[in-house]
């Protein structure tokens, strides 16, 4: 039977968490608006700089839908967190509140593409979000009908209530879908999505924004979609410190007044800078930093607390990718990371990463891919942003090879790795000299 804790137990205890709550909150006194800080957190306007050209072009193109005209499709492009949704989603909402005043039907639907899977789910899904968007609901079952069913109600729901559509696919190349289909599903999806509008089946005007990582996905889309898609580009390069420094002074009223030391907003936009030029990342040190700093009971945040959310957050990212992945993909990540690491240029050569790769098979006593396999597991773990693969030629008669390049340190992903048990027997001495070998052969 339970005990009575008793009064003076109940009373003691909840004073004691209470107390402690009222504790970290004094103590919490340099983070004034963490949601700032949140790397998904729609910022307002005013907090967007450094890209005014992407701005620019984009209404350029899509303020059309204000005179009620069909805008083009669009494709934006470039490497993570460098303000694509952010863009657009802006853009889109002013021109809805301006359709708003002037009783035009326009609506925006945004799917991310990520963990959709087919190409029925995909459009099941698009014919979700139209039916949130206008407080209704989908008439087709999600499983066991034909994609034409879905198909229809998604034309349906867009015929009856919007004059104009923009559907917005966000990391569209995620969406490959069966792979007995000799067509990946992004590509049919943008065919279908594109090509609706010129026949009768849709009665809206609909336009396709794609946004994606991957530079070269237009090479798998189909000829048939790549002629009725046929995007304006918008490119999104990687930030650059100054940028930035811009974006986190934007922002610096997360902090309380003086809590901020003057290096640590150049400081973070320097780290940042220099992996990947990634805003979310900028700001995700920031958020870090000031948790450190509070934690610490510092009565700023400083330098050493953005050198230590550095780490840590490069650790993190690492090791989220790295806990889930098969412990061959690890061998393969370890040894690349190896050859760029002393390389010392982030980088390591497709041929180079495997010699070192089947060192490593070789002394752990594990099963060996062949090379192709090899690449496929690396190209496989960029859709992580951990590395970015690029083709390169030898030469007019060598043939070409794979360069990987790292968004983190090669040092940080080698000691994530490391805390698996099963590379002990891989020693860092022997590990380096087999790595300088093949780099200098
Ligand atoms: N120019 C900017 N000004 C202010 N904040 C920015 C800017 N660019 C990006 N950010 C912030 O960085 C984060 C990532 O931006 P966003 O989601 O737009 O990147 P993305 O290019 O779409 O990345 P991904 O390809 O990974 O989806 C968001 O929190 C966003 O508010």
Redesign the pocket.
């Known amino acids: 039977m339970p005990t009575d804790p008793g009064p003076e137990e109940t009373s003691e205890s909840t004073g004691s968490i209470k107390d402690l709550i009222l504790e970290q909150e004094e103590a919490a006194s340099l983070i004034k608006n963490r949601s700032l800080l ?6 307002d306007e005013e ?5 005014d050209t992407q701005l620019t072009d984009i209404t350029q193109h899509l303020r059309v839908a204000i005179s009620n005209e069909r805008p083009p499709n669009l494709l934006l492009y ?10 657009i989603n802006a853009v889109c909402q002013n021109i809805v509140e301006l359709c708003e005043s002037r009783d035009i039907r326009f609506g925006v639907i945004q799917m991310n593409c990520q963990n959709v899977g087919t190409l029925g789910a995909a459009v099941y899904e698009l014919a979700r979000k139209v039916a949130n968007d206008i407080g209704t609901s989908v008439d087709v079952p999600e499983h066991g009908v034909p994609n034409k069913k879905k198909w229809r109600e998604l034309y349906r729901l867009i015929n009856d209530h919007y004059d104009t559509v923009v559907f917005i696919l ?2 569209l190349d995620m969406l490959v879908g069966r792979r007995d289909k000799d067509e990946p599903a992004f590509s049919r999806l943008l065919y279908q999505l594109s090509r609706a509008g010129s026949t009768d089946e849709i009665t809206a005007q609909v336009s396709v924004t794609a ?1 994606t ?1 991957d530079t070269k996905m237009m090479e798998s889309v189909g000829s048939r979609a790549l002629s009725s898609f046929t995007p304006e580009d918008v490119h ?1 390069s990687d ?1 650059d410190a100054n ?1 930035l420094r811009e ?1 986190l002074r ?2 610096e009223d997360a902090f309380h007044e003086d809590a901020l030391s003057d290096d640590v907003i150049p400081l973070a936009a320097a780290f940042a800078a220099q992996t990947n030029g ?3 990342k900028a ?1 995700d040190l920031m958020r870090t930093a000031g948790s450190i700093a509070e934690k610490t009971g510092a009565d700023k945040v400083r330098e050493e607390h953005v050198r230590e959310a550095q780490d840590k957050v490069e650790k993190n990212r690492v090791l989220e990718v790295t806990r889930g992945i098969s412990t061959q993909k690890k061998l393969c990540l370890f040894a690349t990371a190896a050859v760029a690491r002393e390389a010392g240029t982030g980088a390591a050569k497709s041929p180079i990463g495997y010699r070192v790769y089947q060192y490593l098979t070789g002394t752990l006593d594990s099963d060996q891919y062949h090379q192709e396999t090899y690449v496929n597991k690396m190209k496989e773990l960029t859709t992580y ?1 951990l590395v970015e693969t690029e083709r390169k030629s030898q030469g007019p008669h060598s043939g070409s090879y794979l360069e990987f390049t790292f968004g983190e340190n090669p040092e940080t992903i080698i000691e994530t790795l490391r805390e698996d048990s099963r590379l002990d027997d891989v020693h860092n001495d022997e590990l380096r000299t087999v790595v300088n070998a093949q780099l200098n052969q």
């Open positions: 949140e790397p998904n957190e729609i910022v907090r967007i700089v450094g890209r470039g490497p993570s967190g460098t303000g694509k949704s952010l863009i966000d990391e946004i990582n999104f930030y940028q974006i934007a922002r990634d805003a979310r700001i942003s």
